[in-house]
């Protein structure tokens, strides 16, 4: 697993975490939002290393 992806997970995981904790989130359906959060993490990492390739 690269670097990025190990972040991108880590910054997922943390994000699932305090919604569960501020009750955004239940830890029953965690698996329904966790793809879509690691999606969201993963599309604005790419997003900013494209747009730092081209400056």
């Known amino acids: 697993m690269e670097k990025m992806d190990k972040n991108v997970l880590q910054v997922a995981k943390e994000v699932v975490i305090k919604f ?4 955004r989130i239940s830890p029953s ?3 329904e939002h966790f793809g ?3 999606d969201a993490v993963r599309e604005t990492v790419e ?3 494209e747009q730092e390739e081209q400056s």
């Open 36 to 38: 879509l959060i690691y």
């Open 20 to 23: 569960i904790e501020v009750g």
């Open 29 to 31: 359906n965690f698996g």
């Open 47 to 49: 997003k900013y290393d």
